[in-house]
């Protein structure tokens, strides 16, 4: 099912989201339910705030394949690199932002179990994005050089 994405100016995109405490089926299925929104919107990533719920579940895929997060968190990054990034929920609008250019990251995979992600390039750029969703923080927070897209302004 194909869900609402929530815009710049919804509360709960401002929120910081709880963690999620079993990934039971009812969470499998919103994870399910997030990826064909992403992939019909042609996103990378996608946070549950995005969608209108308040926990810490991300969807993401760069074109390799789906990965789904389940409370993720940085243990560790390195490295710092400036990019373009934009976001579903702020459409027509992208930006520069730094960010580390490689992470790694624990979370709960989609059966509950631990699992250990080490990311680079855009795969590191597009997780801290996302973890930065569950904390309430979008990227024009910490982007330089925003650019909107006019045409998208104009109802395109
Ligand atoms: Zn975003």
Request: charge should be negative; hydrophobic fraction near 40%; aromatic fraction near 2%.
């Amino acid at each position: 099912m194909v869900l609402r994405i929530r815009t710049e100016g919804s509360e709960i995109l401002r929120k910081k989201a709880r963690p999620i405490t079993t990934v039971n089926r009812s969470i499998k299925r919103l994870a399910e339910d997030m990826l064909e929104t992403m992939y019909k919107a042609r996103g990378a990533g996608l946070a549950a705030p995005q969608i209108g719920r308040d926990i810490r579940l991300v969807v993401i895929d760069i074109g390799e394949g789906p990965i789904i997060l389940v409370n993720p968190k940085v243990t560790s990054s390195a490295g710092s690199v400036v990019d373009v990034e934009a976001c579903l929920s702020i459409p027509g609008v992208s930006g520069k932002v730094p960010r580390a250019e490689r992470v790694c990251v624990d979370s709960l995979d989609i059966d509950g179990k631990m699992q250990l992600l080490e990311a680079e390039g855009f795969l590191a750029r597009v997780i801290q994005h996302e973890i930065d969703h569950l904390d309430g923080v979008l990227f024009i927070d910490r982007a330089t050089d925003i650019v909107r897209d006019k045409d998208e302004s104009e109802q395109r």
